[in-house]
């Protein structure tokens, strides 16, 4: 029997659980995915925790994507590309592999019509945590011209913006304060990695106000990767000024995917995934 987990903290919001279920289901096998709230300081004895009590993997969220890479034996390339690994593999013998399943779900997760327009493209991307720096990796695969982060501390972003600059030298690496964020005319798809607007944090709220989601072009793209609730503030606001939006559900629900065939080495089935998803949120 198959036995996977989340860390991660806060944990209330996630849909974790439901999709990985969906997914043991959609493949006719038995297993369970635990639910395992790990703030940063618990991180050690949680990764004892995994390795004694036979789990063969787990999923990382905010705020561990980054640090648990320090206990990775081994990693895959874009993992190593990101410095940040959103999925563990547990061999037999307790060795830690990890992988970036984030950088798949978020490409995945962008209508084929939207991917064309992005080729040599300037783009914008809030945060930098283990998320954001998958999207610069996953934007840099997508051929942009230039990505802009915006942050609240430039010096944290640095060895993420060194990374891109290194891996991708075609591409224009910049890093800004997010307070300077006033108009988004110039970019051709702006995404949001902070958990800003995701329930059980900051829910209600977005990271950019509403004047300045109104000065996005009416052919760019909003995407938030938050999922809970489905409609944030920011695609609210993107909505109303008519203006493409991607919701983080189909992130999630790709990066699952990828995670669960990396450790079972079968594929589950994306779309009783997303229904399953779907119907815990209407309860």
């Given at each position: ?21 969906a ?6 096998e ?34 561990l ?36 399943t ?6 995945e ?28 990796v ?12 915006f ?9 993420m913006t060194?990374?891109?600059k ?6 224009e ?9 006033k ?7 702006l ?11 900051a ?14 072009n ?5 995407y ?26 189909d ?13 079972t ?19």
């Open positions: 029997m198959y036995k996977f987990g989340l860390i991660g903290y806060p944990l209330s919001h996630s849909m974790s659980k439901v999709i990985h279920e997914a043991f289901k959609s493949i006719g038995e297993g369970s995915y635990e639910i395992l709230e790990t703030p940063p300081e618990d991180l050690v004895p949680r990764i004892k925790y995994l390795k004694s009590n036979n789990y063969q993997g787990f999923n990382v969220t905010i705020p994507k980054v640090p648990v890479t320090l206990f990775l034996s081994e990693v895959d390339n874009v993992a190593n590309i990101a410095k940040s690994s959103n999925t563990i593999k547990i061999l037999p013998d307790g060795t830690l592999i990890g992988y970036n984030d950088v798949y779900g978020f490409v997760a962008i209508p084929k019509e939207f991917r064309g327009q992005l080729q040599g493209s300037t783009t914008a991307v809030l945060g930098n945590g283990g998320a954001a720096r998958a999207i610069g996953g934007l840099s695969i997508l051929k942009v011209k230039r990505i802009d982060f942050v609240r501390n430039i010096i944290n972003a640095t060895s060194e990374a891109l290194k891996n991708f030298p075609t591409v690496i910049n890093c800004y304060q997010i307070e300077s964020l108009d988004l005319s110039k970019y051709s798809m995404v949001n990695t902070t958990p800003i607007g995701m329930r059980g944090k829910m209600g709220l977005s990271p950019v106000e509403e004047d300045v989601v109104s000065t996005m009416k052919q760019g793209i909003i938030d990767i938050v999922y809970n609730p489905l409609k944030t503030e920011l695609i609210k606001y993107a909505k109303k000024y008519k203006i493409n939006t991607i919701q983080g559900l992130m999630l629900i790709y990066q699952g995917a990828k995670a669960f065939e990396i450790w080495g079968k594929k589950p089935d994306v779309l009783k995934m997303k229904i399953a998803a779907l119907e815990e949120m209407a309860d």
